[in-house]
Nanobody, 122 residues
Framework: QVPLVESGGGLVQAGGSLRLSCAAS????????VGWFRQAPGKEREFVVF????????DYADSVKGRFTISRDNAKNTVYLQMNSLKPEDTAVYYC???????????????WGQGTQVTVSS
C-alpha cells in the first residue's frame, strides 16, 4: 500500500496560481511513477500529467501544457503540481496516483489519494 494525501487546493481567481502537493508514506515512494488526474462535476476523470520515478520523464495534457509543472522530491516523498494561469475550466477535484507503470490511463496506477478541490473563479 502507498497511502497518498493531496493538499494545496482552494479557491483562486482566474489567472492565479496554486501548488498542489501529493505526499506519500513509506520508503518505496521513489519507486513509483506518479500521475495527476482531475474530475469536474458530471465529467469523467481525466489525465493531467505524470512524472516517472526519477523525474526524468514527464507528459502533460495539451490543456495544461505551458501552465502546469510537475516535480518531485523523493527525499520528502512528495510530488508537486505547480499550476499557473489558472482558468475556470481547470475547476475540478485533483487526484494524485502512484503506480509501477506510467501513462495517461487511470488503469496504469494502483494507488490513489482522496483528492483536493480546486476552484477557479472568473
Amino acid at each position: 500500500q502507498v497511502p497518498l494525501v493531496e493538499s494545496g487546493g482552494g479557491l483562486v481567481q482566474a489567472g492565479g496560481s496554486l501548488r498542489l502537493s501529493c505526499a506519500a508514506s513509506g520508503r518505496t515512494f521513489s519507486s513509483y511513477n506518479v500521475g495527476w488526474f482531475r474530475q469536474a462535476p458530471g465529467k469523467e476523470r481525466e489525465f493531467v500529467v505524470f512524472i516517472t520515478t526519477s523525474g526524468g520523464t514527464t507528459d502533460y495534457a495539451d490543456s495544461v501544457k505551458g501552465r502546469f509543472t510537475i516535480s518531485r522530491d523523493n527525499a520528502k516523498n512528495t510530488v508537486y503540481l505547480q499550476m499557473n494561469s489558472l482558468k475556470p475550466e481547470d475547476t475540478a477535484v485533483y487526484y494524485c496516483a502512484a503506480g509501477l507503470r506510467w501513462g495517461r490511463s487511470t488503469g496504469r496506477y494502483d494507488y490513489w489519494g482522496q483528492g483536493t478541490q480546486v476552484t477557479v473563479s472568473s
